[in-house]
T-cell receptor, first 114, second 111 residues
Framework: GAVVSQHPSWVICKSGTSVKIECRSL??????MFWYRQFPKQSLMLMAT?????????EQGVEKDKFLINHASLTLSTLTVTSAHPEDSSFYIC??????????FGPGTRLTVL | QKEVEQDPGPLSVPEGAIVSLNCTYS??????FMWYRQYSRKGPELLMY????GNKEDGRFTAQVDKSSKYISLFIRDSQPSDSATYLC???????????FGGGTRVLVKP
């Protein structure tokens, strides 16, 4: 099956710093990637949708200047949490999709902001 | 009203029992219905998807859709401790395949 990786799997940072999370589709070309956030014991909430080579589309209530998304190639999308604060601590999950096919999810990145 | 609602559980069953999971949805236009399994601190993995009303079976898993009631179910037969996970229903919106997830039901199968 299709494999999606994320790096890092776990990151701790100080308040005010920026953190970059990578999402890669390993064996297929992902025309669309999705970024989700999941708080403990809660469901996945879609943050944004990114298509290769174009600007990401953010869901209502998600600050695009705080959560920078880049989808520069068909196998890589990055999410940068800028000026992170403790309330940004969460589990960030990406998914990737070829045209018309199902979404394949990455293993997630746990972000802890001190 | 949330678009997709799911009982959070936890649901604790003995090994070998049938696990019954349910979701309700609000938009009668929804056509596809999916069930994902998520182990702790991992990404979700797709278990099953259905397109129409009725039943769909895959091994020990059966997905059921009742569009008239806007109600979807997942049954796990002969449950195993390895089935212990959170199960999420998900419905793709028509445009762009964006998924709306239910809140997830945590299942614990005790040996």
């Amino acid at each position: 099956g299709a494999v999606v990786s994320q790096h890092p799997s776990w990151v701790i940072c100080k308040s005010g710093t920026s953190v970059k999370i990578e999402c890669r589709s390993l064996d297929f070309q992902a025309t669309t990637m999705f970024w989700y956030r999941q708080f403990p014991k809660q469901s996945l909430m879609l943050m944004a949708t990114s298509n290769e080579g174009s600007k990401a589309t953010y869901e209502q209530g998600v600050e695009k200047d705080k959560f920078l998304i880049n989808h520069a190639s068909l196998t890589l999308s990055t999410l940068t949490v800028t000026s992170a604060h403790p309330e940004d601590s969460s589990f960030y999950i990406c998914s990737a999709r070829e045209d018309g096919n199902e979404q394949f999810f990455g293993p997630g990145t746990r972000l802890t902001v001190l | 009203q949330k678009e997709v609602e799911q009982d959070p559980g936890p649901l604790s069953v003995p090994e070998g029992a049938i696990v019954s999971l349910n979701c309700t949805y609000s938009n009668s236009a929804f056509q596809y219905f999916m069930w994902y399994r998520q182990y702790s601190r991992k990404g979700p993995e797709l278990l099953m998807y259905t397109y129409s009303s009725g039943n769909k079976e895959d091994g020990r898993f059966t997905a059921q859709v009742d569009k008239s009631s806007k109600y979807i179910s997942l049954f796990i037969r002969d449950s195993q401790p390895s089935d212990s996970a959170t199960y999420l229903c998900a419905i793709p919106k028509a445009a762009g395949n964006k998924l709306t997830f239910g809140g997830g039901t945590r299942v614990l199968v005790k040996p």
